[in-house]
């Protein structure tokens, strides 16, 4: 549908509020309260993370016209009449007010709901526009993106479940979500750089060398991945593990049947690639979380339903790669047995 075209859903909607959705999830479950208690607080933390990306969408489309016109580049916003184009994020600013309306009295919750709004809107609007201020851009993108709605699950469910906030939980995911926020906006960036170049765009990629960047990549993802063994370990969940192992199955599967890539960052050519570590974040988590829910308390499976039902494209993708591993299998040891049997 067009509307859906226009605030860009099928870029944010199960890559971005799946890992999420498993950091409330954990959260909640590191508590006594039942899972299924607070779900109606994690859909209306949901709902609000929602209008936030829709509103960083479309004011993305339109602060970024005037160069993607220039650069060739097709934008959503362009087909929309100039008198309407500010009716979506000015009506998802009321919305975002009314939200924070009834995170209050959580002040903590309340500074990181409005601040990832903030420094999007300082993102993307001029005269400030860090996205076209070099490594400011980088970090404004991450911090909005990630860090702030991360740390707003953390805060926010650990109101709801009455619990005191872990600081060592807590500062594990920021430091995570910085990280791999910033992996996200520098893949997007270098994707873009030749646009970026061409309209003469400060954006941190476009002014560094892609070679020159491999040092920095490394740095990003250990440090991701420390932060990450410190959220498994205060989680504590054996079922996270073995979803990692069955992770690095899918990743082998399609590397290796598949031809995909993978990558840290940027990508090595023009070959199909697989972000590493994202699918777990986005599938294999969230899901484990879930299953483990249920198998403490079966009330859950609603829970896992309804996030199957948000969230099947990965699922389904996964299952199907999964399949053609087994099918290729099989089909070696049929090739195998008809080779003895012609002996």
Partial sequence: MKIFNIIRSQEWWAYKLTPLLAIGYATALMSPIPLYSV?????????????????????????????????????????????????????????????????????????????SWVIFSLYSIKPVRLKNRGIMGVLAD???????????MVSSMSYATHQQINWIWFTSIGVWALCYGLRGILWHQFADRDNDIQVNL???????????????TRVLIII????????????????????????FILVYIRYRYLADQVIIVMRLND???????????????????????????HQNIILLIAHVVLFPYAIWKAIMHYSLCVHIGFMHILMRLRGENHK
């Avoid at 939200?99 to 601040?115: E, K, M, Q, T």
């Avoid at 991450?142 to 707003?152: E, M, N, P, R, Y």
């Avoid at 410190?230 to 969940?237: G, M, P, R, T, W």
């Avoid at 054996?238 to 192992?245: D, E, F, G, K």
């Fill in 224 to 247: 991701e991945l420390f932060a990450l063994a410190v959220i498994l370990y205060e989680i504590s969940i054996i079922y996270t593990l073995v979803a990692m192992i069955l992770y």
């Fill in 39 to 115: 779900a109606l607080w994690m859909a209306f933390l949901l709902s609000s993370l929602v209008v936030g990306a829709i509103y960083v969408s479309v004011i993305n489309d339109i602060t970024d016209l005037e160069e993607d016109l220039a650069s060739g580049k097709s934008n959503r916003i362009q087909n929309v009449p100039p008198k309407l184009r500010w009716i979506i994020p000015a009506a998802c600013v009321l919305t975002g007010l009314i939200f924070g309306f009834f995170i209050y009295p959580d002040i903590l919750s309340c500074a990181l709901y409005l601040g």
């Fill in 142 to 152: 991450g911090c909005g993106s990630h860090v702030f709605t991360s740390l707003l």
């Fill in 271 to 297: 070959k199909p690639f697989q972000i590493l570590m994202a699918d777990y974040y986005q599938l294999f988590l969230p899901l484990t979380l879930l299953i483990f829910a249920v198998y403490r308390d």
């Fill in 202 to 216: 400060n954006t941190y990629a476009s002014k560094i060398e892609p070679k020159n960047f491999k040092y920095q």
